[in-house]
């Protein structure tokens, strides 16, 4: 498996494969690809398989904050120092879905966002589909002004500054810890929905140490965000929260306040 940017002559191995993806309503066709792959062939990410593409991720950027039709239109819109990544399709081919390569890609979008200094990420998807995208951290807006195709798009924007996400910016969700006590953390309290302030205790463990054996937190529900090149926080929604992997040996230990919001189960932003 390979990641790359696209060039002109994956053309037609990419026209292909959005074909098999999207209804013809929805699919964009080669004249499209073609003007896109002319202006920003370094904002489309493949995934090969044995010199296969079996999935892909294109957008332009811009400084515009959200995205409408005329931007698959209009390749002429992107602007290379856009503020805003846009991503206008996650194609994988039928017969290698549900092996997590669309993750991949958007993983990897994600990482060249936050190296290119861009403020976040924008797509818009079906309400099927929104849960999906929460757990990379983005967060649902609203149903969009688009529409494509004839269908209901909901707009999902990722910012870095509020996910506090730095490196990959993975965001995984459904992570689940030995249930083991925790005394002297502090509840979260039980919602899985909105906004609501938790207590976070920032303590010195070894660099080795690993978060996913600690005895930090309880609960099925569980989501990981890395907040920081330094840290990892796991937070257990009705039990406790606290904060992992401080390899820079903070001491004593620190308590930070911090809203979170929480939307279908999964952390979307946290706020110091």
């Known amino acids: 498996m390979k990641i790359r940017n696209a060039a002109i002559n994956d053309l037609a191995a990419i026209t292909a494969a959005e074909a098999e993806c999207f209804p013809k309503a929805e699919a964009a066709g080669e004249q499209s690809f073609a003007e896109r792959l002319s202006v920003y062939p370094d904002h489309f990410w493949l995934l090969e398989d044995e010199g296969r593409i079996v999935a892909f991720v294109n957008g332009m950027t811009t400084d515009l904050p959200d995205l409408t039709d005329k931007m698959y239109e209009n390749a002429q819109m992107h602007q ?7 991503i206008f399709g996650v194609d994988t081919i039928p017969s290698c879905r549900k092996k997590g390569y669309a993750a991949m890609l958007i993983k990897q979008a994600i990482a060249d966002a936050k190296a290119q200094g861009r403020e976040g990420l924008v797509l818009t998807c079906k309400e099927k589909l929104l849960a999906y995208y929460a757990k990379f951290g983005f967060v649902q807006e609203g149903v969009s002004q688009s529409v494509h195709g004839g269908a209901v798009w909901y707009q999902m924007r990722l910012r870095f500054e509020q996910a506090g996400i730095v490196g990959n910016g993975s965001l995984s969700a459904g992570i689940r810890l030995p249930e083991l006590s925790a005394p002297g953390y502090c509840s979260a309290g039980a919602a899985t929905e909105g906004m609501f302030l938790v207590a976070m205790i920032f303590t010195p463990v070894p660099a080795a140490f690993s978060s996913r054996t600690s005895p930090i937190c309880t609960g099925a529900c569980a989501c990981m965000l890395r907040m920081q090149s330094i840290m ?11 904060v992992l992997t401080d390899t820079m040996g903070m001491s004593p230990p620190v308590t930070r306040t911090v809203l979170v919001t929480v939307r279908a189960g ?3 932003s946290l706020r110091a």
Do not use: E, R
């Open 266 to 268: 999964c952390v979307t």
């Open 80 to 86: 290379p120092d856009g503020k805003w990544q846009m």
């Open 232 to 242: 990892s926080m796991i937070f257990s929604f009705g039990i406790s929260c606290a």
